[in-house]
């Protein structure tokens, strides 16, 4: 069942504050405010949730399941970075760290599959090999799922993975009327990776206050306007 953008909140809330690892899955149609709610959630209630890590990835463009997991080892950083834009001082401190961690989880693997192998073997060991090795207690948004090209079951396999495995948390974000034939197959594991699901339904005057905020001028005219029409989308108010 759809519901409006305030009666979601809460939901939202108790996920993020919440000490277990779950999946959400935030569905609705483009413009509907999927990506707007979750983040003034997260911006209002970070400081609750009990992880220290924050990895936001947009899936538009992504094409293989590698790509996802590279793209969310290089994604990941310290949670107050999702409240604001880190100094040049702060990301200066922080590479040296992330160049450590990758440093140290490839002399582990390299370590172990040695000694599988024998130490005259030689081993390669890729990013997007450990990129979830690194993504342990970790706040996860995957956003646009929609508009990913990795198989919707593959895409599954890592949230899941995310979940069981490396104590994450992890948040979907798409227009399920848009997945197209990855409908099926979504539906098929769904129950088994998804723990909670908020359909968003914005209402006209959820999608008005959004866009026009106090203190916008001519905010009372236009008010009646987009309630006669009305107008959900706040992609399409925010263009006129």
């Given at each position: 069942m759809?519901?409006?953008?305030?009666a979601?909140?809460?939901?939202?809330?108790?996920?993020?504050?919440?000490?277990r690892?779950?999946t959400?899955?935030?569905?609705?149609?483009?413009?509907?405010?999927?990506?707007?709610?979750?983040?003034?959630?997260?911006?209002?209630?970070?400081?609750?949730?009990?992880?220290?890590?924050?990895?936001?990835?947009?899936?538009?463009?992504?094409?293989?399941?590698?790509d996802?997991?590279?793209?969310?080892f290089l994604?990941?950083?310290?949670k107050?970075?999702?409240l604001?834009?880190?100094s040049?001082?702060?990301?200066?401190?922080?590479?040296?760290?992330?160049?450590?961690?990758?440093?140290?989880?490839?002399g582990?693997?390299?370590?172990?599959?040695?000694?599988?192998l024998?130490?005259?073997q030689?081993?390669?060991?890729?990013?997007?090999?450990?990129?979830?090795?690194a993504?342990k207690n970790?706040?996860?948004?995957?956003?646009?799922?929609?508009?990913?090209?990795v198989?919707?079951?593959q895409?599954?396999?890592?949230?899941?993975?995310?979940?069981e495995?490396?104590?994450c948390?992890i948040v979907?974000?798409?227009?399920?009327?848009?997945?197209?034939e990855?409908?099926?197959?979504y539906?098929q594991?769904q129950?088994?990776?998804?723990d909670l699901?908020?359909?968003?339904?914005?209402?006209p005057?959820?999608?008005f206050d959004?866009?026009?905020?106090?203190?916008?001028?001519?905010?009372?005219?236009?008010a009646?306007?987009?309630s006669?029409?009305?107008?959900t989308?706040?992609?399409?108010?925010?263009q006129h």
């Amino acid at each position: 069942m759809k519901v409006p953008i305030e009666a979601s909140r809460q939901q939202i809330q108790e996920f993020l504050t919440s000490p277990r690892s779950r999946t959400l899955a935030i569905t609705g149609e483009w413009g509907s405010g999927k990506t707007y709610l979750w983040n003034q959630v997260l911006y209002q209630h970070l400081q609750d949730c009990d992880l220290d890590q924050y990895a936001y990835v947009s899936c538009f463009g992504i094409q293989t399941a590698p790509d996802l997991r590279t793209a969310l080892f290089l994604r990941t950083a310290p949670k107050r970075w999702a409240l604001r834009e880190p100094s040049w001082i702060e990301v200066n401190l922080y590479w040296p760290e992330l160049k450590g961690r990758a440093a140290r989880l490839v002399g582990r693997v390299t370590n172990l599959v040695g000694k599988a192998l024998g130490r005259s073997q030689q081993v390669a060991v890729s990013l997007e090999a450990l990129a979830t090795l690194a993504l342990k207690n970790t706040l996860v948004c995957l956003d646009d799922v929609e508009r990913s090209s990795v198989p919707i079951d593959q895409l599954l396999g890592i949230v899941s993975e995310l979940k069981e495995k490396r104590g994450c948390r992890i948040v979907l974000i798409f227009n399920d009327q848009a997945m197209g034939e990855r409908s099926a197959m979504y539906a098929q594991y769904q129950e088994k990776v998804v723990d909670l699901e908020v359909r968003l339904r914005t209402t006209p005057s959820e999608a008005f206050d959004i866009v026009f905020r106090d203190g916008y001028r001519s905010k009372a005219e236009l008010a009646p306007l987009v309630s006669s029409l009305g107008a959900t989308n706040i992609r399409v108010l925010r263009q006129h």
